[in-house]
Structures are given as C-alpha cells and as structure tokens.
C-alpha cells in the first residue's frame, strides 16, 4: 500500500504535467492568433488589390474597344 507521501507525490507530479499541458496548449493558440490575424490582414490586401486590378482591366478592355472601333471607320 502506497503511503500518504508516495500519493501526495503523485498527486503533485500529475498536477504539474496537466498544468505543463496546459500551458503549452494555451501558448500555442495565442503564437497561432498573431499568425492568423497577420494573414487575415495579407488576404483583406490582397482582396483590395485584385479589385482595383479588375476595374483597371475593364477601363483598359473599354478604350481599347473604343479604339478599335476608331480604327475600322
């Protein structure tokens, strides 16, 4: 039979490692929240570049068609 001392023992080692576990876990998730919002910020960015990328192709497509049909009177 285990003596008072040898459970208390157990008892504090089994507390340290789900206290190391979680730690680690809570570290990991907030290290994780930077890297998601950095690029959740990269996407928005990129959202707003293709847009404009996209109007400035329309307006381009429109004077060229406005110029060939100069060129073919």
């Known amino acids: ?3 008072f001392s040898q459970v208390k023992d ?3 080692l089994v507390v340290a490692i789900i206290s190391v576990v979680a730690g680690v876990i809570f570290w990991v998730q ?8 950095r690029i959740e910020n ?3 960015e990129l959202k ?3 847009k404009s990328i996209q109007q400035d192709n329309r307006e ?3 004077i060229m068609g406005r ?3 100069l060129i073919d009177k």
């Open 1 to 3: 039979m285990m003596s």
């Open 10 to 12: 157990w008892f504090t």
């Open 30 to 37: 907030t290290s994780n929240d930077k890297v998601v919002e």
């Open 42 to 44: 990269d996407i928005v």
């Open 48 to 50: 707003t570049d293709i």
């Open 60 to 62: 381009i497509i429109r």
């Open 67 to 69: 110029l060939e049909g």
